[in-house]
Nanobody, 124 residues
Framework: QVQLVESGGGLVQAGGSLRLSCAAS????????MGWFRQAPGKEREFVGC????????YNIDSVKGRFTISKDNAKNTVYLQMNSLKPEDTAVYYC?????????????????WGQGTQVTVSS
């Protein structure tokens, strides 16, 4: 079992930055693929990006276009989502997720564990 707790969300003006954190507890964090997803009101959950156990990252290029960066600190059991040049359309609840597999995946159905989410609101 893995427990995930996101933090770092909030209200920011367009063009600003936020860094989200996802603290993991339970099983060995470093062996999981860690993903970030987001869900805006009335929309489906959307893949943002993920990082594998080896540190390889994959992003939803159409949505983030080089503005977001995922990193992790295995010693702290924490994965981060650095978001720069934020836009109003980035407004959503952001979720952290863990996948017991070893291959990066964009499908939310594959992920085994989810955090409770953190709200990000970008004002224009």
């Amino acid at each position: 079992q893995v427990q995930l707790v996101e933090s770092g969300g909030g209200l920011v003006q367009a063009g600003g930055s936020l860094r989200l954190s996802c603290a993991a507890s339970g099983r060995t964090f470093s062996n999981y693929v860690m993903g970030w997803f987001r869900q805006a009101p009335g929309k489906e959950r959307e893949f943002v990006g993920c990082i594998t156990s080896s540190g390889r990252t994959t992003y939803n290029i159409d949505s983030v276009k080089g503005r977001f960066t995922i990193s992790k600190d295995n010693a702290k059991n924490t994965v981060y989502l650095q978001m720069n040049s934020l836009k109003p359309e980035d407004t959503a609840v952001y979720y952290c997720a863990a996948d017991r597999g070893s291959v990066a995946t964009t499908s939310s159905r594959v992920y085994d564990y989810w955090g409770q989410g953190t709200q990000v609101t970008v004002s224009s």
